[in-house]
Nanobody, 124 residues
Framework: QVQLVESGGGLVQAGGSLRLSCAAS????????MGWFRQAPGKEREFVST????????YYVDSVKGRFTISRDNAKNMVYLRMNSLKPEDTAVYYC?????????????????WGQGTQVTVSS
């Protein structure tokens, strides 16, 4: 079992930045691909970003490309999402997820473990 705990969310003005962290316990994450998803009120959960087990492959949804950066530190069992130039439409609960296979995926059903989420609110 893998337990994931997100942190770093909060309230920020448009144009601001936040860094989300995802701490894993239970198993080392070094063989897992990781992903960030988000769910806004009244909307379905959507893919945001993913990173391979090695960190060499990453992928982003078009709406965050150039603004968000995913990274990982396998030695610390941590995954991060740096979010710059935040917009009101980025407001959502952000979830960290771990995928047993090390390759990246944009599909939420391919992820095996999920955190509880952290709220990000961007004011205009």
């Amino acid at each position: 079992q893998v337990q994931l705990v997100e942190s770093g969310g909060g309230l920020v003005q448009a144009g601001g930045s936040l860094r989300l962290s995802c701490a894993a316990s239970g198993r080392t994450l070094s063989s897992y691909a990781m992903g960030w998803f988000r769910q806004a009120p009244g909307k379905e959960r959507e893919f945001v970003s993913t990173i391979s087990w090695s960190g060499r492959s990453t992928y982003y949804v078009d709406s965050v490309k150039g603004r968000f950066t995913i990274s990982r530190d396998n030695a610390k069992n941590m995954v991060y999402l740096r979010m710059n130039s935040l917009k009101p439409e980025d407001t959502a609960v952000y979830y960290c997820a771990a995928r047993g296979r090390g390759t990246i995926s944009t599909t939420d059903r391919s992820y095996d473990y999920w955190g509880q989420g952290t709220q990000v609110t961007v004011s205009s």
